[in-house]
């Protein structure tokens, strides 16, 4: 998701994830970020050592994963909203 999208629908993500406790969810992972600041990382990974995503099951520090494997959670980031 991009990070306009949870900007503007902070009330409802709050709500929704609420709910997903209240209804016994035990855990929860959410990692917000543009595509921009992949991209940007991709060129310039010096200024994201901490950048963590997930990848397949497993967090991962985004500029020490494989060039490929940056460019698939690059291409996720292209679908807005819902």
Do not use: W
Request: hydrophobic share 45%; net charge negative.
């Amino acid at each position: 998701f991009q990070t306009s999208f949870f900007k503007e629908n902070m009330d409802k993500i709050k709500l929704l994830f609420k709910t997903y406790f209240k209804l016994g969810g035990c855990q929860l992972m959410v990692t917000v970020i543009d595509s921009h600041a992949l991209e940007d990382a991709m060129v310039h990974p010096e200024k994201y050592p901490d950048l963590i995503v997930r990848v397949s099951g497993f967090s991962a520090v985004f500029v020490n994963l494989d060039r490929e494997v940056q460019k698939e959670l690059l291409s996720r980031t292209m679908h807005e909203g819902f």
